[in-house]
């Protein structure tokens, strides 16, 4: 079983709409959690982190539920530029790096 | 401020050949990474370096090296390149969030 676990997609969404996207983590000793975006042919980078309250930033809400392992985004009211790919990542308790997920791609078509 | 700089861009190799990727950093980070990316697998670590003089291997280190050349630096190493690593290959730091460099793409033919 992979570590970081998402559905690859393509979520293909129009504008406007609103997507969530859920993530699975299989090592319950994880402590912190990220939402990554990447672009095409581009490097990955930051897009929130997650806490265990729940936090917003903009258009974009992060939820983490420790009991189920499972991270979640939610990006409302979509725009053609939110397109990319997401990657959930979390620590590695093994040694100091993080564990990326292999992406879910989303596409906002007009 | 550049933060993570990574040369070259694009590199073509034949098997069997050797290469260097050199990664530079100037955010004073003390933790450093190398990884590659493959389509449909994600980000998987190579090797990484918590602080200058240290250096602990990834989930795929095979047929790899590092060197962390100082706090800045930190080069990764195709002795022998082979095929199977033809990837996308990122550099990263670390403080509070990862940093990213742009990117290696290197096919081995």
């Known amino acids: 079983r992979k570590e970081v676990e998402q559905d690859p997609g393509p979520f293909n969404v129009p504008e406007g709409a609103t997507v969530a996207f859920n993530c699975t983590y299989s090592n319950s000793a994880s402590q912190s959690f990220f939402w990554y975006r990447q672009d095409c042919r581009k490097e990955p980078k930051l897009l929130m982190s997650v806490y265990s309250s729940g936090n917003e930033d903009g258009r974009f809400t992060a939820q983490l539920n420790r009991a189920s392992q499972y991270i979640s985004l939610l990006i409302r009211d979509s725009k053609l530029s939110d397109s990319a790919t997401y990657l959930c990542?979390?620590?590695?308790?093994?040694?100091?790096?993080?564990?990326f997920g292999s992406g879910t791609r989303l596409q906002v078509q007009p | 401020n550049a933060g993570v700089t990574q040369t070259p861009k694009f590199q073509v190799l034949k098997t069997g050949q050797s290469m260097t990727l050199q990664c530079a950093q100037d955010m004073n980070h003390n933790s450093m990474y190398w990884y590659r990316q493959d389509p449909g697998m994600g980000l998987r670590l190579i090797y990484y370096s918590a602080s200058e003089g240290t250096t602990d291997k990834g989930e795929v280190p095979n047929g790899y090296n590092v060197s962390r050349l100082n706090k800045r630096e930190f080069s990764l190493r195709l002795e022998s390149a082979a095929p199977s690593q033809t990837s996308v290959y990122f550099c990263a730091s670390l403080q509070n969030e990862q940093y990213f460099g742009p990117g290696t793409r290197l096919t081995v033919t």
């Open positions: 990542v979390v620590n590695s308790p093994r040694g100091r790096a993080l564990t």
